[in-house]
């Protein structure tokens, strides 16, 4: 069965670029356009990993991992951080609030898989 990855960002060709390359390495992907639309979508299926934008209206992607690592059945669901951003200050903001990974727009396929790989629970 293949994994589920949630993507939020407000981007709609972000959005759709990383879902491509997601599901050309084989994965289930889930988009989302904000953090707030991401919480609407966490009802309690299994997602594997959360990729997730760091600047974005209604809910901002710091705010969203502090969110997501409040619900019990994502509280240990991996985040990756896709964004513009590449502010130290920020880097450590989302790392506090529990974020795995920082990558930085516009990335490199295969360094996303390469870290997505690395952390997608079996």
Not at 37 to 53: C, E, P, Y
Request: aromatic share 4%; hydrophobic share 40%; charged share 20%.
């Amino acid at each position: 069965m293949a994994k589920t990855i949630l993507i939020v960002d407000d981007s709609a060709s972000v959005r759709q670029l990383v879902s491509s390359v997601l599901k050309g390495a084989g994965y289930d992907v889930v988009d989302s356009c904000d953090g707030q639309d991401a919480l609407n979508k966490l009802t309690g299926q299994r997602i594997h990993l959360i990729i997730s934008d760091v600047n974005m209206p209604k809910m901002d992607g710091i705010s969203f991992v502090k969110s997501v690592k409040q619900l019990p059945n994502y509280k240990f669901t991996p985040i990756i951080m896709l964004t513009t951003e590449s502010q130290e200050a920020k880097k450590k903001e989302a790392q506090a609030a529990g974020a795995k990974a920082w990558l930085i727009k516009p990335f490199n396929p295969t360094q996303m898989l390469s870290a997505v790989e690395k952390l997608v629970q079996p």
